[in-house]
């Protein structure tokens, strides 16, 4: 007689409408505990910030520097509530992915490329998208989900837009995951 394994079925994920819901209730939250919305650009520029700091201190205590307003007045950078939420995002992300057996360090990529040329593709995205919420000055979240949630027309340009872009570079970009 042949042994028969029954597998648990996958955990599912959150249904994405209410994770939208939860989403547009944080970022409603975020606006009335603190008078400012969310956004993950502002904890990394501050990471920037520091860093250059550390490296070039005269630089980034002149006036003239970019990140001049993160550190007048002997402020650290860090400290700040952006930070403490990316910091939050990650453990979350962690803790979420272990508890679910979900976690798992490996580059998934499609079988028509290398892992190399995925993780290569990977940064340049990445890199791409940081320049583009530095000109933007805000990312997806801080640009166009608090400009939408405080009724911004800017925000929901700026949502169409990335969504526009999204679909339309999709599909040169596609070879690397399909």
């Known amino acids: 007689m042949e042994e028969v394994k029954i597998q648990n079925p996958p955990k599912k994920y959150m249904n994405p409408y209410l ?18 919305g969310l956004g993950a650009s502002g904890a990394f520029k501050r990471g920037v910030a520091k860093v250059e700091q550390i490296i070039i201190p005269s630089h980034v205590e002149s006036e003239k520097s970019a990140f001049y307003h993160y550190v007048k007045n002997g402020k650290d950078p860090l400290d ?12 979350g992300g962690f803790l979420s ?3 679910n ?9 499609s079988p028509k490329i290398t ?13 791409l998208f940081g320049i583009g919420s530095a ?31 999204g679909y ?7 070879k690397l995951w399909i």
Do not use: P, Q
């Open 135 to 165: 000109f933007g000055r805000g990312c997806t979240s801080g640009a166009g989900l608090d400009g939408m949630a405080v009724l911004a027309t800017s925000g929901f340009v700026v949502v169409a837009m990335i969504f526009g872009a």
């Open 19 to 36: 994770a939208g819901v939860l989403l547009g209730i944080v970022i409603i939250l975020s606006f009335y505990f603190t008078r400012e």
């Open 168 to 174: 339309i570079f999709a599909w040169f970009f596609r």
């Open 97 to 99: 992915g272990a508890i």
């Open 80 to 91: 700040n509530r952006l930070v403490y939420m990316i910091i939050g995002v990650f453990i």
């Open 115 to 127: 892992s190399k040329k995925r993780a290569i593709a990977a940064v340049i995205g990445g890199a």
């Open 101 to 109: 057996n979900r976690l798992k360090l490996k580059l998934e990529h």
